[in-house]
């Protein structure tokens, strides 16, 4: 019986996570838009599944700052400013910088190849995703990238914090993103450059590249100071 129970909980722990995933995945996507509000048993029928996983993941996701609660009205989309958003580049600058002075070449040095030619991959396919204007696939791959890059500190809070930065900036972003035509040209392309200088155990060039990138994304949705 108590293994029944475990098993229960595995279950609605598990949903809980990919709903709140599928969640994040459509703001993302900016189909969910800021400000766009919703109730527990919408999204319970949406995917067809009961209240309780639908609650705890839209409580993850207020946690995370990706979603406001109502009071006795629901949840819906944060709506981040132009100041959240210098901030929060601001922030995820902090966190790198932290990164790379807290022994990231020694880190590098003693980080298993496959992990290495994994972060190499990422860069690569987000690279080839900004150079194709593909916005979806981008988003994708750069949060991948980065998540990866920053586990090699080996340190969860380190990682977990700059993902939901990232997530926030890109919440952010997108609706302006999706104004243009045609990105092609326009994403920033030095995910590949960026890797390689890290593999490379150049944290100079990282750092300049890191500065270039933050100068793009700012100018990118006319946010810049």
């Known amino acids: 019986m108590a293994a029944g129970g475990d098993s229960s909980v595995i279950r609605r722990s598990t949903l809980r996570q990919q709903i709140a995933d599928a969640l994040r995945d459509e703001v993302l996507a900016g189909r969910l838009p800021s400000g766009h509000p919703f109730t527990v048993k919408e999204i319970a029928e949406q995917y067809g599944v009961s209240a309780t996983p639908v609650r705890e993941a839209l409580l993850d996701l207020c946690a995370q700052g990706l979603l406001d609660v109502e009071q006795h009205r629901g949840f819906k989309v944060h709506a981040f400013t132009a100041d959240d958003f210098r901030a929060m580049v601001e922030a995820r600058t902090l966190i790198i910088e932290g990164i790379f002075r807290s022994g990231a070449d020694q880190a590098l040095r003693a980080t298993p190849a496959e992990v290495l030619i994994s972060i190499r991959r990422r860069a690569d396919e987000a690279e080839r995703a900004a150079r194709g204007g593909d916005l979806d696939v981008l988003i994708g791959y750069d949060l991948r990238f980065w998540r990866e890059l920053s586990s090699i500190v080996n340190n969860a809070y380190i990682s977990d914090f700059l993902d939901r930065i990232r997530v926030q900036t890109w919440m952010f972003a997108v609706p302006l993103l999706r104004r243009e035509a045609d990105l092609k040209g326009h994403l920033w392309q030095g995910h590949s450059a960026l890797a390689a200088a890290l593999l490379q155990h ?14 793009h994304s700012l100018a990118l949705v006319g946010t810049r100071g």
């Open 202 to 215: 150049d944290l100079a060039e990282a750092q300049r590249l890191i500065a270039e990138y933050n100068e």
